[in-house]
């Protein structure tokens, strides 16, 4: 937490991990040890952050519903998660997109693997049902997440607007071209 408050407040480059070990009351040393580097601590916090929001998504998900309103669910969630918390996943989003590199890594994987899972497993079990056309899992969930990040991105790096109706009438639109139902 200590590290979190710290570039929260000051931001990467500005942050020292002697302020942060001495606030944690630890040593530089066992930051390294645990941590390899400030970017290595700076990905923890990251992948801290976006399992917080995998697993504030996945405990909303409408398990009984259809494949298309799982997906409205979970784009819904994904986009009230970033308002809810936007302050700090704002932060992060300039500092990682300015730093790039190991911090952008971890950031892009964790992503992929926990945030995006359950919308790869509703659109896997979809398919799977019928109730969607036989595509590439992976495609139509990056689809799908590139709708909601696009107007992420425009709001945090170009102070537009969140209007929530419109990314989701985006994904209602592509879920409904994925639907076998016609």
């Known amino acids: 937490m200590s590290a979190l408050r710290h570039f929260s407040q000051k931001g ?21 040890y645990y941590f390899g580097s400030k970017e290595g601590l700076y990905g923890s916090i990251v992948r801290e952050i976006l399992e917080e929001m995998a697993d504030s998504i996945r405990s909303h998900l409408p398990a009984s519903a259809n494949a298309c309103d799982q997906a409205l669910a979970y784009s819904e969630r994904y986009l009230e998660h970033f308002l809810a ?72 790096f170009g102070g537009l607007e969140i209007d929530r109706a419109a990314p989701l009438r985006q994904v209602r639109y592509y879920m409904a071209g994925l639907s076998t139902r016609g």
């Open 12 to 32: 990467f480059a500005a942050t020292s991990l002697r302020e942060v070990s001495e606030d944690a009351q630890t040593t530089k040393p066992m930051i390294y």
């Open 85 to 156: 918390k936007e302050e700090i996943i704002a932060l992060v989003l300039r500092e990682v997109f300015g730093l790039g590199g190991a911090p952008m890594a971890t950031f892009a994987q964790t992503l992929g693997e926990r945030v995006r899972q359950p919308l790869d497993e509703i659109l896997r079990a979809g398919m799977e049902r019928g109730e969607l056309r036989h595509e590439h899992v992976y495609e139509c969930a990056q689809a799908i997440t590139g709708i909601l990040n696009m107007f992420i991105l425009a709001h945090v």
